[in-house]
């Protein structure tokens, strides 16, 4: 992977945003426990849920989920002040440390539709910014593969209880060791400014 070559996406027009105070999006890229912990260390996020995006609200669940059939993917909600992060830079953060944005349907040793690639829009300006985004990436020839994110629509139902903060609580927890801790580390490496501990 080529070393940080955006700036021209640095430079493009961040979506308006209708509330000042805080926003959020909505991200899947594979097992939720690491997202979530790698944008809990992004500085101007105030909260991550993780969750269910992609299907209905009564397939929501971590059991039917896993089944590969109810069309929803493990994702993450950002709650963040855009004064202090801007969609733009969670979207950097996503594709450059969070997963494998090049991955079909899977996300290191976790396969199946539920561990995709997707962003799911929370405003018409979020999906605008995104489709152009990743446009401009795949130009930039940053992966050897195409990115295969696509960008869904659809509603967001938090996780169960005991998947919520999972990474923080279990950081010794084998899987968070193996494959989240090291995005956590990048995420602290190519971006310094946004990292908080």
């Known amino acids: 992977m080529k070393a940080l070559a955006l700036l021209p996406l640095l430079l493009m027009a961040e979506p308006a945003s209708a509330s000042p105070k805080t926003e959020t999006a909505v991200l899947a890229g ?5 997202m979530e912990w790698v944008f809990e260390h992004v500085k101007g996020v105030t909260n991550v849920v993780s ?3 992609g299907g209905g609200a009564g397939d929501a ?5 896993s089944s590969e059939t109810t069309g929803h993917a493990e994702a993450v909600r950002i709650t963040y002040d855009p004064a202090q992060v801007s969609y ?11 997963h494998d944005p090049t991955e079909v349907n899977r996300q290191g040793p976790d396969a199946g539709p539920s561990y995709r690639s997707a962003i799911f829009p929370q405003s018409p300006g979020q999906e605008r910014f995104a489709r152009v985004f990743m446009d401009k990436l795949n130009a930039e020839h940053i ?6 994110t696509r960008i869904e629509h659809g509603g967001f139902y938090p996780a169960e209880a005991y998947h919520q903060d999972f990474a923080r609580k279990h950081p010794s927890y084998p ?3 193996i494959n989240d801790r090291p995005k956590v580390a990048a ?3 190519k971006f310094p400014a946004y990292y908080k501990g």
Request: overall charge positive; glycine content about 12%; aromatic content about 22%.
């Open 61 to 65: 669940q971590y059991d039917k989920v």
């Open 88 to 98: 733009g830079k969670l979207l950097q953060i996503y594709f450059l440390v969070a």
């Open 143 to 148: 992966w050897k593969k195409p990115i295969a």
């Open 175 to 177: 899987y968070i060791v």
């Open 51 to 53: 969750g269910y995006a």
């Open 187 to 189: 995420l602290k490496q």
């Open 30 to 34: 594979g097992c939720f426990w690491g």
